[in-house]
C-alpha cells in the first residue's frame, strides 16, 4: 500500500500562486508515476499534471499547460505542484494519484481562487 497526503492549498486571488504537496508513504518503491487531477463542484474529475518517479518525464494537461509545474523529491517522497497566475476556475479539490497507474489516492486539498 501506499499513502498519499496531500497539503497547501488556501484561499488565493486571481493571479496569485500556491504549492501544492504530496507526501508518500509506505511501498513508495512500487511507485511508477504520480500525478495531480481536480474536481470542482458539479464537475467530473479532470487530469493536471503527471510525473514519472525516476525519470522525471512530465505531462500536463491542456488547461494548465504554461501555468503549473508538476515536479518531485525523490529524497523526500514528494511530489510538488507549482500553481501561477491562477484563475477562478482553477478553483477545485486537488487530488494527488500515484502507483503503477493511479491505485492510490490522497484525500485531496481545496483550492479557491476568489476572482
Known sequence: QVQLVESGGGLVQAGGSLRLSCAASGRTWS?????????????????????????????????????FTISRDNAKNTMYLQMN???????AVY????GRGNE?????TQVTVSS
Not at 487531477?37 to 494548465?64: C, H, L, M, N
Request: net charge positive; glycine share 16%; hydrophobic share 30%.
Open 104 to 108: 492510490y489516492w490522497g484525500q485531496g
Open 31 to 67: 511507485i511508477y508515476v504520480m500525478g495531480w487531477f481536480r474536481q470542482a463542484p458539479g464537475k467530473e474529475r479532470e487530469f493536471v499534471a503527471r510525473i514519472t518517479w525516476s525519470g522525471g518525464s512530465t505531462y500536463y494537461g491542456d488547461i494548465v499547460k504554461g501555468r
Open 95 to 98: 487530488y494527488c494519484a500515484a
Open 85 to 91: 497566475s491562477l484563475k477562478p476556475e482553477d478553483t
